[in-house]
Nanobody, 126 residues
Framework: VKLVESGGGSVQAGGSLRLSCEVS????????MGWFRQIPGEEREGVAV?????NPAYAEDVKGRFTISKDKNILFLDMSSLKSEDTAKYYC???????????????????????WGQGTLVTVCS
């Protein structure tokens, strides 16, 4: 599948942003998907994931601030109360053979994720 992210940009600390990821070749049954982020020089980290049934899981530092959701072939990440440490490039990814999720965030370095978007930059200014 092809994944295309949008919605990144610059925002003041405490503000909100919504990221979107359009999924091509999406089937009605769905599959596991998620949002990941990376700062230059650091490893990519999981932010939020959702399984085929819509069950979410979040990284500890975004719980209560970020919400992952999906609507047909669009994956969303609603981010609020943004902090400067949320500044990163955000990637949408999918495991097209996964239905039931990983019981939390998938294990690094994410070998099961077979499709990745090109990323969208989020900058939070303090």
């Amino acid at each position: 599948v092809k994944l295309v992210e949008s919605g990144g940009g610059s925002v003041q600390a405490g503000g909100s942003l919504r990221l979107s990821c359009e999924v091509s070749d999406y089937n009605s049954r769905g599959f596991c998907m998620g949002w990941f982020r990376q700062i230059p020089g650091e490893e990519r980290e999981g932010v939020a994931v959702i399984d085929a049934d819509g069950n979410p899981a979040y990284a500890e530092d975004v719980k209560g601030r970020f919400t992952i959701s999906k609507d047909k072939n669009i994956l969303f990440l609603d981010m609020s109360s943004l902090k400067s440490e949320d500044t990163a490039k955000y990637y949408c990814a999918a495991d097209t053979s996964c239905l039931a999720g990983w019981g939390g965030l998938p294990p690094t370095p994410y070998p099961a994720l077979d499709s990745w978007g090109q990323g969208t930059l989020v900058t939070v200014c303090s």
